[in-house]
């Protein structure tokens, strides 16, 4: 009886393990991620999903900067705009952890995937404050753009975007 406990429990093992390295297909086994998958990027790929994510996040950065003019009222709209900007910003940052890029491009987007984390951070703690003061104190701290920015942009041999512009936003006047 142990021993037919101990292959019942034994089979059962391997089965849960296989089932998480493999998927059957037509009756034969197949890694669970596809070549495809694990394949890096090409330039001109990687180019235009770093353009893409990119202008997502700038786009969320502008609304946030460009809100209604911060007021008591208009609080919850600036904490709404700095959460979804937050939200943005980490899945640009996911995005540059997990897909395969060029490996000339790697180093540049790791850094920027730094700053990106700890953008996304500052935009969490601005959605987070309690009062005006607070809000302005925390976004202060938002940084609104990263240098390593522009060396992706050289590692995967696409156009410079505009400089960043010194601008007044509803916290006063901000640099890039």
């Keep these: ?49 770093y353009e893409r994510l990119a202008a997502k996040s700038n786009a969320a950065r502008d609304a946030w900067l460009h809100g209604p003019e911060l007021t008591e009222a208009t609080l919850d709209d600036h904490r709404t705009l700095a959460r979804k900007a937050a939200k943005v910003t980490s899945d640009f940052a996911t995005s ?41 104190a925390a976004a202060r701290h938002v940084p609104l753009s990263s240098p390593a920015a522009a060396e992706v942009r050289r590692a995967l041999e696409i156009p410079e975007a505009p400089a960043f512009c010194v601008c007044d936003t509803p916290l006063g006047p901000t640099a890039g």
């Design 1 to 49: 009886m142990k021993r037919l406990l101990l292959v019942a429990t034994l089979s059962l093992s391997v089965a849960t393990a296989l089932s998480g390295c493999v998927r059957m297909e037509s009756g034969t086994a197949a890694p669970k991620t596809s070549p495809a998958a694990t394949q890096a990027m090409t330039l001109k790929q990687a180019g235009e999903t």
């Design 96 to 136: 540059i952890r997990t897909d395969s890029w060029p490996a000339k491009a790697r180093r540049p987007l790791d850094a920027l995937r730094k700053d990106l984390e700890v953008r996304a951070a500052a935009y969490r703690k601005a959605a987070a404050a309690p009062t005006v003061e607070q809000y302005v």
